[in-house]
Structures are given as structure tokens and as C-alpha cells.
């Protein structure tokens, strides 16, 4: 976010830009190093995967999915609202947008994660969606992930920047014009506003805003916030003086500098840096750590939820069901113990490895997983025996189901 040139500089000379982007990359919060950047057209998950993925959203009775307006292409900027009740005037309000920086894809998979929580048929989630409205864009420049820029919208700017210009560029618009929808005129205003990106620096932390750009109380808000999130995964997330900025003035260009200069102590807006390197990853932990953080800090208390779940006493596999099936089962894992990495694959009579469902970190508790009788070329496989393994750290074991056709 933090840029040392004014995009429109980077604009003019583009033949150029390579370069200072390697240079710029290594001294800012954003971006992955230019070595690195081999990447798809889209980053590997593009618009229409969206499309795709809104289609199954939309399944849930707690979303409502919008068009909030328009990119420079003239692509939609889409919108999740949920709730169990959207039109609540008491429940908490939270914005979170994500990947206005295109090459910055984990961001788009923790936001991914925190809809795939809030969605969840779980006691917390109904307890969250029965108390907040949670805004989420999970793709804001959806024209530069389109055309496989790392920073920029379709005009070849980065639109993280010129918040503050007279003339604004059509994403900036649309996002500014929602927040002051969500803020003026209703009696419960956002609240809470994350702007979702992934960092060279290859660690998680949230960008915490100095007292002399910000105020003395914000910052205790702040630290709240932060440590409140980290405290749901300390090894995972940075402390909140991590990365301090806005140490010497207030910038103006910035998202939440327009938060600042409108709402002040009123709107904790911060930016949350995810991965951006090999070891990205977990987002499912971080996901439920910021959710959690987020509930706590707007004073929903989850506590006497946390204390009906259920945490196993050991791993298990359990029989999948149904057995036989054709062509879709499901198999369930209890995991005793988050953040273990756990391996579950089918195999056929011969051996042969035929799919991996999961390879991955998960959190404790019980944990379901489907199998649609594909290979992993997406081929369906013949009827017959297969097995399912499941692998941790410090538990191995393998069961037996039939596939009839
Ligand atoms: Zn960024």
C-alpha cells in the first residue's frame, strides 16, 4: 500500500516499470519480488472462478451477493452480505474487501476462508450471522486480475492509492460511495473495515497505524484489535508493532486514510497483510482467528459457544457414508489438535493412489470431507474397492469402501 512514487508517475512510463517495481517492491508491504511473478494470466484464480464461486454461495440462505458497480472493463464488483438478518439496525456491521491488489491472491483465500466460516452450519456461525452484517468483496480490481497486472486497475493505476484525488477511478468510487451508503443514515454504521492484501515480507501482521498520524486513543484501539486477532494464533500472526506506519504525518491517499479523515476513532480500518511467498498457507486459522478477534472487539462474545464444542479426545477415521455409493460419499475426520498437518488419499486395489482429498492444516474437531469417485485428472474411476488413508503427525490408518456403478 505504502507507495514511494505517485502511480500515475509509473504510469507515464510504463517501458520502465519492471524495474522500479523491483525497486519499490522491496522497500513497501505489498506485492511478491518480481523473480517470483511467473504467474498465470489471472494469479491463478481468476474472474470467473468467482463466478463460479458466487454460484455456490449463493446456495446459503444467509448470503445476498450484489453488483455494487462497475470496473474501467466494465466488470461487476461483487458483494456478499451476510447475515441472518441483513436489515438488522442493531447487529454489527464489518467491511472487508480484498485483492484491489490482483497479484496478492492469498488475500483473496483467507477472505475465501472467512466466508467459508461465517457460511458454516456451526453454532458460532449462527451465533455470528445472528449478531453481525458482514460486507465482503472478495475481488476489487477484478479487471487487473484479468489482465495479470500485480498492482493496477485496467487504466494502469494502483488504485490502493488516490483515495483522495478530485477525479477518482471507477473501483475507488464504487467502494468509497458503499462505505458512505453502510455509514450515513442508518443507525448502525461500519464498525470495522479490513482491506485484505499479501506481503513480499512473507509474514502475517496487520498494518498499525502510528499516534501521530492517527491519535493516542486510536492506537489503543488498535492494539486491541491486533493483539485480540494474534491471540487467536499467536505463532501465526505478527505482534502489532510489527509494521508501524504513518509514524510522521497522516498520508492522504490511502483507504484508510479516507476512513481516518472521515470517521476517525469511530471505523477500526486497518490493513491486513497475508503471505505472499512458499509458505503461505493456513488461511482457514488465520481466517478464524480474524473473525473471532473482529467478534470480540465489537463485544459479541463467543465464549459460551466455544464451550459446547466439541474437541475430540482422539484422532479418528470414521466409516464413510453411504457404503456402498455411487458416485458421491463423505468421509469424516476427527482431529484432536489444530494446525497438525493431515493427509487424506484414496487409494484403488492395486495401490495406486487415485486422489488426494486433503493435504493440509486443519482445525481441531470434526472434519468432513467428499468424494465424488474422480481421479485426480477429474476422470471418473470404475466401480470397485478402494481404500482411504489418513495420515498426521502421530496417527496412520486406512479403511475400506465400495464404489457400484
Ligand atoms: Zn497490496
Redesign the pocket.
Known amino acids: 500500500?505504502i507507495l514511494k512514487f505517485k502511480a500515475s508517475i509509473l504510469f507515464i512510463i510504463p517501458f520502465y516499470f519492471g524495474l522500479i517495481d523491483a525497486q519499490i517492491i522491496h522497500n513497501q508491504?505489498?506485492?511478491i519480488p518480481p523473480e517470483e511473478s511467473n504467474h498465470s494470466r489471472n494469479w491463478g484464480y481468476g474472474y470467473n472462478d468467482l463466478l463460479d464461486d458466487i454460484e455456490i454461495w449463493q446456495q446459503s440462505q444467509y448470503v445476498n451477493i450484489d453488483s455494487i458497480g462497475r470496473t474501467v472493463q466494465g466488470r461487476a464488483i461483487w458483494e456478499l452480505t451476510i447475515s441472518e438478518d441483513p436489515s438488522s439496525i442493531t447487529h454489527k456491521r464489518i467491511y472487508i474487501h480484498a485483492r484491489?491488489?490482483p497479484?496478492?491472491e492469498e488475500?483473496f483465500w483467507v477472505t475465501d476462508e472467512i466466508i467459508n466460516f461465517l457460511l458454516a452450519d456451526t453454532p458460532e456461525a449462527s451465533f455470528i450471522r445472528s449478531n453481525t452484517i458482514f460486507h465482503i468483496v472478495p475481488m476489487h480490481n477484478p479487471d487487473g486480475v484479468e489482465l495479470g497486472y500485480s498492482?493496477e486497475n485496467a487504466n494502469g493505476l494502483d488504485i490502493?492509492s488516490g483515495w483522495d484525488d478530485n477525479v477518482l477511478e471507477p473501483e475507488v468510487s464504487v467502494l468509497q460511495n458503499r462505505f458512505l451508503e453502510l455509514s450515513l443514515a442508518i443507525p448502525n454504521p461500519i464498525q470495522v473495515a479490513l482491506n485484505m492484501?499479501?506481503?513480499y515480507a512473507c509474514k502475517r501482521y496487520f498494518v498499525y497505524h502510528h499516534e501521530n498520524g492517527t491519535s493516542s486513543y486510536f492506537t489503543d484501539l488498535e492494539k486491541d484489535f491486533i493483539s485480540g486477532i494474534q491471540h487467536y494464533y499467536p505463532d501465526g500472526i505478527e505482534d502489532w508493532d510489527y509494521f508501524v506506519s504513518w509514524s510522521s504525518n497522516t498520508p492522504d491517499q490511502y483507504p484508510e486514510s479516507w476512513w481516518w479523515f472521515n470517521y476517525a476513532e469511530n471505523v477500526m480500518a486497518l490493513?491486513y497483510?497475508d503471505m505472499n511467498c512458499s509458505n503461505a498457507g493456513n488461511y482457514n486459522i488465520t481466517a478464524e482467528a480474524i473473525v473471532r478477534g473482529v467478534c470480540d472487539y465489537l463485544g459479541i462474545n463467543l465464549a459460551g459457544i466455544n464451550d459446547q464444542k466439541e474437541i475430540p479426545s482422539a484422532y479418528a477415521l470414521k466409516q464413510n457414508y453411504p457404503n456402498p455409493f455411487n458416485p458421491l460419499t463423505t468421509i469424516d475426520v476427527q482431529l484432536k489438535q489444530s494446525g497438525g498437518n493431515i493427509r487424506l488419499s484414496i487409494v484403488d486395489i492395486s495401490g495406486n493412489e487415485v486422489k488426494v482429498l486433503a493435504n493440509n492444516y486443519f482445525l481441531a474437531g470434526v472434519k468432513s470431507f467428499q468424494w465424488d469417485s474422480k481421479d485426480r485428472n477429474g476422470k471418473s474411476v470404475p466401480s470397485g474397492v478402494y481404500f482411504y488413508h489418513l495420515e498426521t503427525s502421530s496417527f496412520k490408518t486406512s479403511k475400506k469402501m465400495i464404489l457400484i456403478k
Open positions: 500500500m508491504k505489498c506485492g484491489t491488489h497479484g496478492e488475500a498492482r490502493e492484501h499479501s506481503a490493513t497483510e
